[in-house]
């Protein structure tokens, strides 16, 4: 059965049942109480929250009852959990990405994961208050309108950054530890000392992150 073919009320109940287990799973991870599973945890719940989302995405569009949206009163702050998971991933928290990749020439910009998956946690929690207070389709249509204008590419940014920092440390491969080397042939110096220090890096975050190095991934010896 499609999603289109659930009722509104079944459909809201299970994306609102993903949501809500981001949401605590995140703040759960943002306690720092098992560092050494942060990013594999994230990394998988991103994930699933992307599921949601692709459900979202593809279901025809959700039109709310009511022209105007009610007032939920005060957005919780998310300040706290933004603080705790900026510390927690302090050795990768920054990354690189490309705003909107239909547009030439995009510059990369700097990001942070912390700062993505609160921004996440804040536009989800705002239509999971009006999904407790009975409003579905309120809820669906901030949920599908958020996926689309924003934490849609929010959560992908971050799950690229995730996925690529397993992938770093899975298969031994450098992390780029210097900006702006040259890597022409007349600074090879200067590349080795670069790759040696992406190892050294590497090596410092696996431990912490719950990440193992070199797990033979590839086939080719």
């Known amino acids: 059965m499609s999603d289109n073919a659930l009722t509104p009320d079944d459909f809201a109940v299970q994306i609102a049942d993903q949501i809500e287990s981001f949401i605590l799973s995140v703040r759960e991870v943002a306690k720092g109480d098992d560092p050494d599973s942060a990013v594999p945890y994230l990394l998988l719940e991103v994930s699933q929250l992307l599921l949601a989302g692709g459900r979202l995405g593809a279901h025809e569009d959700i039109v709310p009852d009511e022209r105007y949206e009610p007032d939920i009163g005060p957005e919780p702050d998310a300040d706290e959990l933004r603080q705790r998971l900026a510390a927690l991933l302090e050795p990768i928290d920054v990354y690189s990405e490309v705003f909107d990749p239909y547009v030439p020439r995009s510059t990369p910009v700097a990001c942070r994961i912390s ?69 022409d042939d007349s600074a090879g110096d200067e590349e080795q000392l670069a790759k040696e220090a992406g190892r050294v890096m590497a090596a410092e975050i696996a431990g912490p992150l719950g990440l193992r190095q070199g797990q033979g991934q590839s086939r080719r010896g």
């Open 115 to 183: 700062d993505d998956l609160a921004d996440v946690v804040t536009d989800l929690a705002h239509g999971l208050a009006h999904f407790r207070e009975g409003r579905v389709s309120e809820a669906l249509w901030w949920w599908q309108f958020s996926y689309l204008s924003n934490w849609g590419s929010t959560a992908s940014a971050s799950l690229r950054a995730l996925q690529s920092l397993v992938a770093h440390v899975r298969l031994d491969s450098p992390l780029d530890a210097l900006d702006g080397l040259d890597t």
